[in-house]
Nanobody, 116 residues
Framework: QVQLVESGGGLVEAGGSLRLSCVASGISIGLYPMGWYRQAPGKQRELVAVITKGGSTNLGDSVKGRFSISRDNAKNTVYLQMNNVYLEDTAVYYC??????????WGQGTQVTVSS
């Protein structure tokens, strides 16, 4: 069974840092692009960051210069480093494994709450 499990969320003060992890099981992430998305209450899910198989990255405009995404294929893990967080970064953060023929795989999400 293919599964993604996020961790590392929690409560952080504005201006602080947090690192999220997404561990995959049942599949080797090295073959796939991976991404982080987030959904705040009352809002649509939005792209935070994606990383290709080759390691190229793309970040959403709202997090450029503050967040970064990386992957460790040997550990089957993708990371989201969040620096200088804002109140508006509060959301549930989801990990996504992108596949072309069969459905993508999503994690269950991890809550990030930024306090003032």
């Amino acid at each position: 069974q293919v599964q993604l499990v996020e961790s590392g969320g929690g409560l952080v003060e504005a201006g602080g840092s947090l690192r999220l992890s997404c561990v995959a099981s049942g599949i080797s992430i090295g073959l796939y692009p991976m991404g982080w998305y987030r959904q705040a209450p009352g809002k649509q899910r939005e792209l935070v960051a994606v990383i290709t198989k080759g390691g190229s990255t793309n970040l959403g405009d709202s997090v450029k210069g503050r967040f970064s995404i990386s992957r460790d294929n040997a550990k089957n893990t993708v990371y989201l480093q969040m620096n200088n967080v804002y109140l508006e970064d509060t959301a549930v953060y989801y990990c996504r494994l992108q596949r072309s023929v069969v459905p993508d795989v999503w994690g269950q999400g991890t809550q990030v709450t930024v306090s003032s």
